[in-house]
């Protein structure tokens, strides 16, 4: 079936290919100099429409594919410089034409803007623009339907977008913040007829002062502009619905939005209620969301980070979950007072409730144990955030901002595990909880005395605390030799102290993390010229974190029985603090920019437990550098190098054993040193309108000594667990390489993508040295069309390939996926979007082989300038019951089954504002 569809793909292209030609020509100045990005765009005479248009190379050259038969009107234009029209009929046995313009400059340069702004695409500087209209067929419903089908912009399966290969760190809508630039909850929620252009800034800084200065290159943010309609009014769209989720429970959805944009105010509300599967705030999303409070002093060394304690809460994704119930609220606001200050704001409140059944095997390497798991998770996570800023600029030379972040939660996970080891059976009922809270604030403030001189500083605090508690019930007696000591005169060969005998076994545990610290910064930037400058870092990281863990068990007759003894309580204070000076200098050299750096840290790490002190000093010189080959204005070769100093948080001090889960104990180690990691990335960037080209691809190698790595004593299925610093012969080592090949032909996009990732660790398991190597491989394909009158397709295939070598247990894993995307008008007002999804998943001795399909289908009825729109829609119409994953770690392997949502069918109704 797939060699036929990729047959009938050939024949459907090569069709297309014979019926028009190619027109190339070249636009040039006056005096004959060719202007690149310069635009050319093919109108039919008769009605009008755009048939097709060109971008200019660095050549001056431009190329079109015109349908034979027709008369058309070419209009070349470049900003400053008239446009030109040229009449050109294309007759049915022509071959390739020419077609040159010559274009004089304009007087007023402010009529030249307007008319370049009309075309497709225009790029000014580093700044690309799109024009919707002239890229969407109608059928758009969202901004993430109308990036996709912009030329060098993907939009990945969680709503994420990236342009030419580079993650895009912000999203705005007519200059304002949305929802803190969050590109997930803009791609899913901003009305697709809302959006008039495009703007894709790369290199961004949103500070001008200090634009050009630093290293911006992987900066890109997008601007989103409003139709006409749509500004200085309240827009937006209220969607219900409701049906059948499986056999017999009800599903419903509610989905209402509103917006409202002008020079002075914007504010946004989103809402989503819903059981059917659509989560537009995950777990994860809650804990990535940083609020832009991110990359303090990136290019100074130092790697360390405060973790969340969350006790390995299971992520849910909507794909990996029985039911999923969602409750979520969102606003945002930006408010301009007066030309010098701008305030802005957003809040976040999710509720989810989740239901995980999944089946596992996990293969332990060190004991060759098996255990089979079946696993019931009922998860529920109410989030809430709320962030507050302001921006005062009271003139070109001065801004000072500040923001205000809150975040708190309160995760609960109710688990039901049945674990199968040799034929023994053991139930586990396990209950975590965690109710977190952070403050976080950041004071930001550039000066610019003269043009020579440039400062700029920043404070940034964070206050958290976590109180995670964890509760386990189990048949057997939980960690024999820990909780249970062997005595040999013992009848029952076991004396239990601490552990008191229980027909259950009820084990808890509480824990409380507090955290301080406090960044803060100094830059003093000296430009030499337009391509040079200096620049000089002095600044400082302290952090306070104090750690308090307790386990105790409850009887039989409801009864604590505390468990005293130090090795089962934690009682850590934990100090670290970074001071350092750096020094950078970037220079321009032709087509080639250098940023060569290197910072002096004295690192001060103090802890307190068990009333004895450890600390270390260290004195380190951190070399880094970065160097950019611009080969064109759209192609580019980056090279970045560094050494960074990595430390841990007290979570890896603390020495009293702390539970991960009912078979894993962890204790900390108060010797621990840091770890230093070197890092090569090499990426390439080549993104041609000339040909409709894009390309992209890097190189990633990391080589980390004097790591932190496991010791792990394993026992069946019980592991405990430490860390220790790795003798600098055994480093860990990764490499990973990716690339991306699209190229559009007319309206059909080829695609091409594949990544694929080595990882080598050592670790000791049960007082050897293992090496463990994960080689995992995705590649896909994909042909895609974008016509506006027919009916549109995307083919694809996808192949992921997972090698595991654990000790030497070596296992391999293969998923296939085929998938088959249509859109369909049909009688003027109805449109049908489907969706297939087949997937083949299996290892290399073919003991795990599972084929599914998913098969989606949504129903579109709306009438030309209707407000109203229906829809019926179906989801997982196979009714597939489950899919497969795997994952692979130092101590074992996993294979899951994981159940998913069944059918489901709905009916709804949108009314747009």
Excluded: C
């Excluded at 039911?323 to 704001?345: C, Q, Y």
């Amino acid at each position: 079936m797939t060699k036929m569809i990729w047959a009938v793909l050939l024949l459907f292209t090569v069709s297309l290919s014979a019926q028009s030609i190619k027109v190339r020509g070249s636009i040039k100045d006056s005096i004959g100099t060719p202007l690149e990005f310069a635009n050319v765009i093919a109108t039919i005479l008769e009605t009008g429409a755009i048939e097709s248009y060109g971008i200019t190379n660095a050549d001056g050259r431009f190329q079109l594919n015109l349908p034979v038969n027709n008369t058309y009107v070419l209009k070349a234009s470049f900003l400053g410089y008239e446009t030109k029209e040229q009449i050109l009929t294309v007759p049915e046995n022509s071959q390739e034409m020419q077609q040159d313009f010559v274009l004089k400059e304009m007087e007023n340069q402010l009529d030249g803007v307007e008319l370049v702004y009309e075309m497709p695409v225009t790029v000014k500087g580093d700044t690309i623009t799109y024009n919707a209209d002239s890229f969407t067929t109608g059928n758009e419903r969202k901004l993430g339907d109308v990036m996709k089908k912009l030329p060098g912009v993907e939009v990945n399966d969680e709503g994420e977008i990236e342009v030419e290969g580079k993650a895009v760190n912000k999203v705005m809508v007519e200059g304002k913040d949305f929802f803190d630039g969050d590109s997930k909850l803009a791609t899913k929620n901003i009305p697709a007829d809302a959006v008039d252009k495009v703007e894709v800034l790369r290199n961004y800084n949103e500070v001008d002062q200090m634009r050009g200065l630093g290293n911006d290159q992987d900066n890109v943010a997008i601007n989103i502009k409003l139709r006409e309609g749509k500004k200085n009014f309240w827009f937006g769209e209220v969607t219900a619905g409701g049906g059948i989720v499986g056999n017999d429970k009800a599903g419903y959805l509610a989905h209402p939005k509103l917006f409202y944009y002008s020079p002075k105010y914007s504010i946004n509300f989103i809402t989503d209620f819903n059981n059917i599967g659509e989560v537009p705030f995950t777990f994860r999303d809650y804990f990535n969301f940083t609020g832009g409070f991110r990359n303090f002093n990136r290019a100074g060394g130092t790697s360390f980070n405060i973790r969340d304690s969350d006790l390995g809460f299971a992520v849910a994704q909507n794909n990996r979950a029985n039911e999923i119930d969602t409750k979520f609220l969102a606003g945002n606001f930006s408010w301009r007072i007066n030309p010098k200050l701008d305030v802005s704001g957003f809040t976040i409140l999710s509720d989810n409730k989740t239901n995980i059944v999944n089946n596992t095997i996990r293969r332990y390497i060190a004991t060759g144990t098996s255990e089979n798991i079946n696993a019931v998770n009922d998860q529920r996570s109410r989030l809430g955030m709320l962030k507050l800023s302001s921006i005062y600029k009271p003139n070109s030379n001065f801004q000072l901002d500040y923001d205000v972040l809150l975040k708190t939660s309160k995760q609960t996970e109710d688990d039901t595990t049945v674990s199968v080891v040799g034929g023994n059976t053991n139930n586990i009922s396990e209950t975590l909880e965690n109710k977190p809270y952070l403050i976080n604030q950041n004071i930001s403030t550039y000066y610019t005395l003269n043009d020579k001189n440039i400062f700029a500083g920043q404070v940034q605090h964070l206050y958290q605390n976590e109180d995670p508690f964890y509760k386990a019930i189990q048949d057997s007696v939980p960690f024999r030799g820990i909780f249970t000591t062997i005595d040999p005169t013992d009848t029952a060969n076991e004396t239990f102290d601490p552990l008191i005998p229980a027909t259950l076994y009820d084990i808890n545990q509480e824990k409380n993390v507090k955290s301080n610290k406090l960044d803060a910064k100094i830059d003093y930037y000296y430009v030499i010229n337009k391509k040079s400058n200096f620049n000089f870092t002095l600044g400082s990281t302290l952090s306070n974190q104090k750690f308090r863990s307790g386990i105790f068990q409850i009887l039989d007759n409801g009864n604590q029985n505390n468990f005293t003894e130090d090795e089962f309580n934690n009682n850590v204070e934990f100090n670290f603090t970074d001071v350092f000076l750096g020094m950078h200098y970037k220079v321009k050299s032709g087509k080639f920019t250098f940023t060569p750096g290197i910072t002096l840290h004295n690192y001060d790490v103090k802890n307190e437990q068990l009333g004895i002190t450890t600390t270390q000093n260290d004195w380190m010189l951190l070399p880094d550098f970065n160097a950019i080959l611009e080969l064109k204005k759209s192609e580019s070769l980056r090279f970045n190098y560094g050494i960074s100093s990595q430390y841990t948080d007290i979570n890896d001090y603390a020495e009293a054993y702390v539970f991960n889960s009912y078979n894993s104990l962890f204790k900390g180690n108060r010797f621990l040193e840091n770890a230093l990691s070197h890092t090569y990335e090499l990426t390439y960037f080549n993104f041609n309108m000339f040909s409709y080209t894009n390309i992209n691809g890097s190189l990633n190698y990391s080589r980390r000594i004097n790591g932190y790595k496991s010791n792990s004593n394993i026992e069946e299925i019980n592991q405990v667990g430490s860390l220790f610093n790795m003798d600098s012969n055994f480093p860990d080592e990764s490499f990973s390489a990716s690339g991306r090949f699209s190229k559009t032909i007319k309206k059909i996009q080829f695609s091409l993508s594949g990544n694929v990732s080595l990882n080598t660790s050592n670790n000791i398991i049960n007082d050897e040295i293992q090496e463990s190597q994960s080689f995992t491989q995705n590649y896909s394909g994909s042909v895609q069309s974008n016509f506006r009158d027919w009916p549109n397709f995307e083919v694809g295939y996808r192949l992921a390939i997972n090698d595991y070598d654990n000790g030497g247990l070596k296992q391999n894993y293969y998923t296939h996926q085929p998938f088959v995307n249509a859109e369909v008008n049909f009688l003027k007002d109805f449109t049908l979007v489907a969706e297939w999804d087949y997937y083949n998943y299996s290892d290399d001795t073919n003991t795990v082989e599972n084929t599914y399909s998913f098969v989606n289908a949504n129903l579109y009825y709306q009438k030309r300038d209707s407000p109203w729109e229906f829809q019926l829609q179906a989801a997982n119409l196979l009714d597939t019951n489950f899919i497969n994953t795997d994952s692979f770690n130092e101590q074992f392997n996993t294979t899951s089954q994981y159940l998913v949502l069944p059918r489901i069918l709905m009916l709804t109704v949108k009314y747009d504002l």
